[in-house]
């Protein structure tokens, strides 16, 4: 997969990972994280232009109890996307518990609603700066909807998945055993 080269630094972190970012230069913030996990202290540390949270829990599928992510929580991102000028963006943390999934989905969905790469391209950048990651295909499925891209994001997210299971089996051996093997079928 080829790299994108951003106009701007792209991290991508779980919530382990976060103090060691306070000096980094990191500009702006967006936080996925379970509806009850406090907000990381680490984030306090940084001078931050913004921030967005969302609060829900790593789903792809609805569960009795727990928040999955639903289509007004990606409608958020992309407003937040919408209201950064890639220019003024120095560098972009999006972090989750894990930094696999929902930070993973997060960060494309920004990268390509601020139009600064394709699809594909998004995907190539995530990938870049996080190593195994498996993007939530609730999130990107509600993003193409919400905008309209005929399924560009979970169309290029598909090698994504594939990749992970070939390159990191140890990791997604798991995954394979749960709703998530729905994310390796063809549509």
């Known amino acids: 997969m080829p790299m994108t080269q951003l106009p701007f630094d ?9 103090a060691g970012l306070h000096n980094r230069g990191i500009s702006h913030a967006v936080s996925l994280i379970d509806p009850d996990e406090p907000d990381p202290p680490a984030l306090d540390r940084m001078a931050l232009a913004s921030r967005m949270t969302l609060r829900l ?29 890639p220019h003024q963006v120095r560098h972009l943390l999006v972090h ?22 394709d ?3 998004a995907f190539a950048a995530v990938a870049a700066v996080r190593d195994p990651i498996w993007p939530n295909s609730r999130m990107l499925r509600f993003a193409d909807e919400i905008l309209d891209t005929g399924g560009a994001l979970i169309e290029a997210v598909k090698p994504v998945y594939h990749r992970m299971v070939e390159t990191h089996p140890e990791w997604t051996g ?3 055993h749960t709703e998530r093997a729905r994310d390796l079928e063809a549509d």
């Open 10 to 18: 792209l991290s991508i972190a779980g919530l382990d990972e976060l």
């Open 57 to 85: 829990h790593d789903l792809i599928d609805e569960r009795a109890g727990l928040r999955a992510p639903d289509r007004e929580d990606v409608r958020h991102l992309i407003a937040h996307a919408d209201a950064l000028a």
């Open 96 to 117: 989750c518990h894990m930094g696999r999934s929902r930070s993973t989905a997060a960060a494309a969905i920004l990268l390509y609603r601020m139009q600064v790469t």
């Open 119 to 121: 699809a594909a391209g």
């Open 174 to 176: 798991l995954l394979k």
